[in-house]
């Protein structure tokens, strides 16, 4: 696979935006995949009108228009969240939607503090994905409950289905102090990459969440060992900006312009990479 067949786009790089805006936008960027969230809600930074994708079918069918007139895929569904209170069969009509659209590949994450129900949920997910021909990729930040690429693969092999993979979020893997461990990692279970930069370390936790969300750098511009990264990933794998930038936003520089410094930012550090 080619450089501009692997780059994409992640929908926190804009949040709060339309799912039509967001298609043009990336598309008009030079991304030919998208990572899209099934609704918004509550993180809605933009005051813009919420949406589901599940509750609204006509929204569904204008998406499928205008991913095929751009020429874009949905590469990833991100992010559906294990919790402490709900079962994951919540998400069968997520994955029903999905379907619908295409979609072949799911990003998790666990905010249960439990270990054991954090497994059992997680299970049940991914042989939930397996009906839809879905792949859960499971994605690790050390301030939740799967922290680290060590309990993520323990995870991975505990669950012990084909249909569940790693997804590396270069922040979060950098943050952990595990950069280097990628290189010990079997290529085959790293299924998709969301790339940003950024200082090697956060001064604090709270600082860590408001980078996450709202501040990360553009690839290239920051410490993250990038290049190095990425020469561990097989040349196939999707590699998608998820680099929100609030004060470049609220500098007025539009949401094309900052997806095009993202996708530039990409494609250096990807032919760096090679």
């Known amino acids: 696979m080619n450089i501009s067949d692997r780059i994409g786009l992640e929908n926190l790089t804009l949040a709060g935006v339309s799912p039509l805006h967001f298609i043009r936008t990336a598309a008009e960027a030079g991304c030919r995949n998208i990572g899209l969230w099934p609704a918004l809600t509550e993180s809605n930074p933009l005051g813009l009108p919420a949406f589901s994708l599940t509750d609204d079918a ?10 095929n007139d751009h020429g874009v895929s949905i590469a990833l569904l991100d992010a ?5 209170t709900e079962s994951v069969e919540q998400y069968r009509p997520v994955f029903e939607t999905f379907a619908e659209l295409g979609v072949k590949r799911v990003n998790a994450v666990s905010v249960d503090p439990s270990w054991e129900r954090t497994v059992d949920e997680m299970a049940a997910l991914v042989t939930m994905a397996a009906e839809y021909n879905a792949t859960v990729v499971v994605e690790t930040c050390r301030l939740m ?5 060590a309990q993520a693969m323990r995870l991975i092999e505990t669950v012990a289905l084909p249909n569940f993979k790693l997804l590396i979020d270069t922040m979060h893997v950098t943050r952990s102090g595990e950069a280097e461990a990628l290189a010990a990692i079997d290529p085959n279970l790293i299924d998709y990459v969301q790339l940003c930069d950024g200082p090697l370390h956060s001064p604090s936790d ?9 501040e990360r750098r553009v ?3 920051g410490e993250m060992p990038l290049v ?5 990933i097989r040349p196939e794998v999707i590699v998608s900006g998820e680099v929100p930038m609030r004060s470049l936003r609220a500098a007025g520089v539009s949401d094309l312009e900052r997806s095009k410094m993202v996708v530039a930012g990409m494609r250096r550090v990807l032919e760096a990479a090679c």
Not at 145 to 149: E, F, N, P, V, Y
Not at 228 to 232: F, G, S, V
């Open 58 to 67: 006509p929204l569904r069918r204008k998406i499928v228009a205008c991913l």
């Open 80 to 84: 559906l969240f294990i919790t402490p």
């Open 145 to 149: 409950t799967i922290g680290t690429l």
């Open 206 to 214: 709270e600082a860590y969440w408001d980078e996450a969300l709202h």
């Open 219 to 221: 690839p290239g511009d």
């Open 228 to 232: 190095k990264m990425l020469r561990t």
